[in-house]
T-cell receptor, first 115, second 113 residues
Framework: DMKVTQMPRYLIKRMGENVLLECGQD?????MYWYRQDPGLGLQLIYI???????SEGDIPKGYRVSRKKREHFSLILDSAKTNQTSVYFC??????????????FGEGSKLTVL | GEQVEQRPPHLSVREGDSAVITCTYT??????FFWYKQEPGASLQLLMK?????EINEGQGFTVLLNKKDKRLSLNLTAAHPGDSAAYFC????????????FGQGTVLSVIP
């Protein structure tokens, strides 16, 4: 069953608190992504991971870090969350060349609110 | 880096009417072009794709057209129905295998019965 699972789906945090968003996939995909989605801005790439411990900054990495210790798991960490990090975060995965074929598999999103 | 502009941000049409969503991109090395559909509260699903070598693709009531000269990608819906109501995003990827997709800002399409 091809699936990308995100946890938690909804999260409310106070400014300055740490946030951990987790993503898992069961397709053994090499590449995984974290995007954030904001109204009027579409999806912006935060980080891309090409495999275990092979992570690369996306277009908006500031304020975020990631961890990929197993191929099937990719975590997004916010150290000391800020109110402007309130957003919906999407994880996605793809086979090695998936970014070129367009076949990204997206999770259902994690809605983060930072008060 | 690549920049993608998508218009319009909102589009409302009556059932049976046509609808057109357009994206322009900047990187002349862009080669792979995609349209994703996102229904309310749901995730993104790949709708259609076209590669620089083909320039047109049709299916599911949609036509994707690519104008490489103008760096313009369009999604054309010939006869909208309420089930087409959703947000649509274009995405562009260049050659080189870095797997990075750049998304447009999205278009919220509403089809009125």
């Amino acid at each position: 069953d091809m699936k990308v699972t995100q946890m938690p789906r909804y999260l409310i945090k106070r400014m300055g608190e740490n946030v951990l968003l987790e993503c898992g996939q069961d397709m053994s995909h090499e590449t995984m992504y974290w995007y954030r989605q904001d109204p009027g801005l579409g999806l912006q790439l935060i980080y891309i991971s090409y495999d275990v411990d092979s992570n690369s900054e996306g277009d908006i990495p500031k304020g975020y870090r990631v961890s990929r210790k197993k191929r099937e798991h990719f975590s997004l960490i916010l150290d000391s969350a800020k109110t402007n990090q309130t957003s919906v975060y999407f994880c996605a995965s793809s086979p090695r060349t998936g970014g070129n074929t367009g076949q990204l598999y997206f999770g259902e999103g994690s809605k983060l609110t930072v008060l | 880096g690549e920049q993608v502009e998508q218009r319009p941000p909102h589009l409302s049409v009556r059932e049976g009417d046509s609808a057109v969503i357009t994206c322009t991109y900047t990187d002349p090395n862009s080669y792979y072009f995609f349209w994703y559909k996102q229904e309310p509260g749901a995730s993104l699903q790949l709708l259609m794709k076209v590669f620089s070598s083909t320039e047109i693709n049709e299916g599911q009531g949609f036509t994707v057209l690519l104008n490489k000269k103008d760096k313009r990608l369009s999604l054309n819906l010939t006869a909208a129905h309420p089930g087409d109501s959703a947000a649509y995003f274009c995405a562009v990827s260049a050659t080189g295998g870095n797997n990075k997709l750049t998304f447009g800002q999205g278009t919220v399409l509403s089809v009125i019965p």
